[in-house]
């Protein structure tokens, strides 16, 4: 009877290691449009993030990330755009209205040479430990000027789910370059959390 307990309880601190161990897999989310594959996408603009409580240097810092993520991850070529390329076309303001407008669109498209435009939305954010970042983005397609594949990501550092997913995606990731960072960095860092964050959803698009 000792021994079947002793074996019951090995079994359950075994079975704990392989759950603390399990694949957390993508921390974002994504939807599609049906018709999303008819679309030759090459060219994608990338807009300046907004949001309440998002400064100048963690937008720019944001919209470098994701930039070089959605880039790297799906191999189109993504342009960002500053605020002076905006000034000569209709102002949208995406953050406040929920949606750009298409005009808005097919003029960026038009000026750029572009396929499509990302818009990106910071709707929570907290830059000092324990960071949290919930980024919303939305891929508009310049041939309609409505919104083709839309993604989001909610990361909080404080979550255990968020902190495993950082580490596997580090591992998987970052571990085997030159002078690769632990989670410890990218747990501390605004500029890591927000390309962690990018890389998310970059790899559902």
């Not at 750029?112 to 430990?129: A, K, M, N, P, S």
Request: aromatic residues 6%; neutral net charge; charged residues 20%.
């Amino acid at each position: 009877m000792k021994r079947a307990l002793l074996l019951s309880a090995a079994c359950l601190v075994l079975c704990a290691c392989v759950s603390t161990r399990a694949n957390v897999g993508n921390l974002a989310r994504a939807s599609v449009t049906s018709d999303f594959h008819t679309y030759a996408l090459r060219r994608v603009g990338l807009l300046p993030f907004q949001g309440e409580g998002l400064d100048l240097e963690s937008a720019r810092q944001l919209q470098a990330a994701f930039a070089t993520e959605l880039s790297t991850g799906s191999g189109l070529e993504v342009v960002p755009l500053g605020q002076a390329d905006l000034e000569e076309v209709q102002k949208s303001e995406p953050f406040r209205r929920g949606s750009i407008k298409p005009a808005t669109v097919i003029a960026l498209a038009k000026r750029f040479r572009l396929d499509g435009v990302f818009t990106g939305t910071v709707t929570d954010v907290r830059g000092y430990t324990p960071q949290r970042l919930c980024v919303d983005m939305d891929l508009v397609a310049s041939e309609t000027g409505i919104s083709i594949w839309s993604a989001s990501a909610h990361l909080d550092a404080s979550d255990e789910r968020v902190r495993r997913g950082l580490e596997q995606w580090i591992q998987r990731n970052r571990s085997g370059a030159a002078g690769s960072e632990g989670p410890e960095i990218y747990l501390m860092s605004p500029r890591r959390f927000a390309e962690c964050a990018a890389a998310q959803i970059a790899a559902l698009l």
